[in-house]
């Protein structure tokens, strides 16, 4: 049900097309969408029932934002743009690009051949894309030896290598005519559309005539190749006679899952498939039309010549919106692929659902499990804290984030305190807090739902002040307490004073003690290293005429403790460094070394 508040916004929404921004008790942006009519799209969330994934969608909305648009496509394009910048949580998020490589020959007076991972407008040749990288890797290696274009790094008067190996056509030392170059680009054209007979012939007499020379290594490589291009390069059953590229987008939907299975086809042949599950929000068309419309938005998308949909998607609608036709097919070979694509977005979902219970019950599930012990609203990001040092010293701090229970280690943070010189958990907490929500305020950058510290009441107390009285922000914190055998406990609030006690056979307690550990495990790694690195300065700065200056030569130059106690007198003396301190350097490191092996 909606609150009085989200009624009275609800019945001053526009009969008029436009995006829609739904936001958490938070103010983070979770949903973005489009819709023709505002008006109908946004209240039947809140005046219809829902399931899946709308329903929890439903239940997290606090507030909500509109912007109109002159058209649909406007507000297709918005959409895009929107979701992209904010990343919501409910969005189908696509990754940059198909991640799949490309044989390039450059644009260029002695050109030659590489593996790019995308397409630039270069006037450059590309071929591709390969299923994967070592099939690309086999095949540009294998056209090296077969047609060369030019291997070297241009003229040096003297041919290379490559050219004694049959694997350049010399540009090190003469100028390659233009003529001959066109020859062999045309031979690996064909070659790569699938033309390999020519190749497999001269292959053949190139191994009979190694063979009657008794040159069997040769006749042995000669074999390999051949091998290559049955296994590479023919392996993939042509489809079609029809050369054209095009890409075939299917999907199934079942228990609010979409399944969406995506065909490349290239050179007549199916060269790869991209399989995406999603639990979505809208019906399947619209969320489907948006897929592929994000598709081919990202940063380096490679276009075919036309895409192939089922016939319930608004290929009006697509072809507005992208640089290509968009057909169903009736019959044939086309026909029964788009067929094929559906069968597996089929076969792929129900495997999904076999294991989607389990995943849920370990990973939102804990997560709400965790949310409701604490009494605050359900939440997808937590951010963990924790605190290492020696006897005061190397104090450092670190930082873990979950989301929806699974570790995203892309946003781990560590910091070495600046302010704290001694054991103070109240200090550091407040500093390391302090470092990490004043940069997320500076750039603007969405708050976790939760904050967890890595200890008791001190650290929270310490948390709550910096958030709530410096910087403002009303993000709820936990402590994770620990029981006598050092194991999680309890989880202590401030929104309820005594500890809440979750089960220890939940799936959120296993949460929690899985960020206990991890957030304690990154802390003491990253205070291993500074203190390893510290007590090696501190090594050579009792040394007699060794500074700071002289100390960082040395580290810069040798890297390591050993490294330096192994150097010479005179190589110690070329940094710069003075007879007397270098001599002075190596008999100290020396009896240190000798003291610590013996």
Not at 43 to 62: D, N, P, Q, W
Not at 332 to 352: D, I, P
Not at 478 to 507: F, G, I, R, Y
Request: aromatic content about 8%; charged content about 30%.
């Amino acid at each position: 049900m909606a609150t009085e508040y989200l009624e009275h916004k609800l019945a001053l929404l526009p009969d008029m097309p436009g995006i829609y921004m739904m936001k958490n008790i938070n103010g983070h942006i979770i949903y973005v969408g489009k819709a023709k009519n505002l008006k109908n799209r946004v209240r039947s969330y809140f005046k219809s029932s829902h399931e899946g994934k709308t329903a929890r969608l439903v239940s997290e909305i606090a507030d909500f934002e509109t912007i109109v648009t002159s058209t649909d496509k406007e507000a297709f394009l918005l959409e895009i743009t929107m979701i992209q910048k904010h990343q919501p949580h409910y969005n189908i998020k696509l990754k940059q690009g198909t991640g799949y490589p490309y044989i390039k020959i450059t644009n260029e007076r002695d050109p030659t051949m590489k593996i790019v991972s995308s397409i630039r407008k270069d006037g450059a040749y590309y071929f591709g894309p390969y299923p994967n990288v070592y099939a690309a890797e086999e095949t540009l290696h294998f056209l090296q030896k077969v047609y060369p274009l030019r291997r070297c790094n241009g003229f040096q008067n003297r041919p290379c290598l490559y050219y004694h190996m049959g694997q350049c056509l010399g540009a090190c030392f003469k100028e390659v005519p233009k003529e001959k170059y066109d020859q062999q680009i045309e031979r690996i054209k064909s070659f790569l559309n699938g033309n390999v007979a020519t190749v497999k012939r001269h292959l053949n007499a190139q191994m009979q005539k190694a063979s009657d020379n008794l040159e069997f290594e040769r006749a042995a490589e000669i074999r390999d190749q051949m091998h290559y291009i049955e296994v590479t390069v023919e392996k993939q059953k042509i489809i079609s006679n029809d050369q054209t590229p095009r890409d075939i987008f299917n999907f199934y939907l079942d228990k609010g899952w979409l399944s969406v299975q995506v065909f490349f086809i290239r050179q007549a042949r199916l060269i790869k498939r991209e399989k995406r599950l999603f639990p979505i929000v809208n019906d399947e068309i619209e969320e489907m039309t948006s897929f592929i419309i994000q598709f081919y938005h990202r940063k380096n998308s490679v276009f075919p010549k036309e895409i192939l949909v089922p016939d319930s998607l608004p290929k009006d609608i697509l072809e507005e919106m992208l640089p290509m036709p968009v057909r169903t097919p009736q019959r044939g070979e086309k026909r029964a692929l788009l067929e094929m694509a559906g069968k597996n977005a089929r076969l792929v979902l129900e495997e999904k659902f076999r294991l989607l219970e389990l995943d849920e019950q370990k990973t939102t599930g804990a997560m709400k499990e965790i949310t409701d012990a604490l009494g605050i609203a359900p939440g997808h990001k937590i951010e963990a804290f924790d605190h290492s040092h020696i006897q005061g010293a190397d104090l450092v701090s670190a930082m873990v984030v979950f989301v929806d229970g699974q570790p995203n280690k892309s946003l781990y943070r560590k910091y070495k305190l600046r302010t704290v010189h001694h054991a103070d958990e109240a200090a550091s907490t407040r500093e390391v807090i302090r470092r990490r929500y004043t940069r997320l305020l500076k750039e603007h950058e969405t708050m976790p739902d939760l904050v967890l510290m890595d200890g008791g009441a001190i650290q929270l107390e310490a948390a709550k002040d910096v958030l709530i009285n410096e910087l403002g922000l009303d993000i709820p914190v936990a402590a994770m307490v620990k029981n006598d055998k050092h194991k999680t406990a309890d989880l202590l609030s401030e929104v309820n004073d005594t500890p809440q006690h979750l089960d220890p056979k939940s799936q959120g307690f296993y949460l929690l003690q899985r960020i206990q550990d991890e957030v304690h495990r990154f802390a003491i790694t990253f205070h291993r290293k500074v203190h390893a690195k510290n007590s090696l300065s501190s090594r050579l700065d009792d040394i007699q005429g060794v500074g700071p200056k002289t100390r960082n030569k040395l580290l810069r130059k040798f890297g390591s403790m050993k490294k330096i106690a192994a150097a010479t007198p005179e190589e110690l003396h070329e940094l710069g460094i003075s007879k007397e301190v270098a001599d002075t350097i190596h008999l100290t490191l020396a009896k240190t070394t000798e003291a610590s092996e013996g």
